[in-house]
């Protein structure tokens, strides 16, 4: 398995309706936090605590509510909120 992001419960719930340019920003910046795991958990799938706490990712027209689950070495993106 290899690091990714991913929409939770999918793309059409979580991005329906937003200008596309925002999900563009999103699906840019949504790497940041899938490459900060990766090199913080080499292995995220032998990882056995308790998954890291959430965060926010900020856009030019939005942002993001992400949380990262080592072992499934994979950051959802659960909410998307264009201002």
């Known amino acids: 398995m290899s690091w ?3 929409y939770v419960p999918d793309e059409a719930h979580v991005i ?3 200008p ?6 999103v699906e840019e910046k949504a790497a940041e936090p ?3 795991a990766e090199a913080l ?3 995220g799938t ?3 605590g308790t998954s890291p706490q959430g965060g926010n990712g900020l856009v030019a027209d939005g942002m993001f ?3 990262v689950v080592p072992r499934h070495e994979r950051v959802y993106i659960f909410q998307v909120t264009a201002w």
């Open 4 to 6: 990714a992001w991913e």
């Open 65 to 67: 509510v992400y949380q």
């Open 46 to 48: 032998a990882y056995e």
């Open 34 to 36: 899938v490459r900060a």
């Open 20 to 25: 596309p340019v925002l999900v563009k920003d």
């Open 41 to 43: 958990h080499l292995d």
């Open 16 to 18: 329906d309706g937003l």
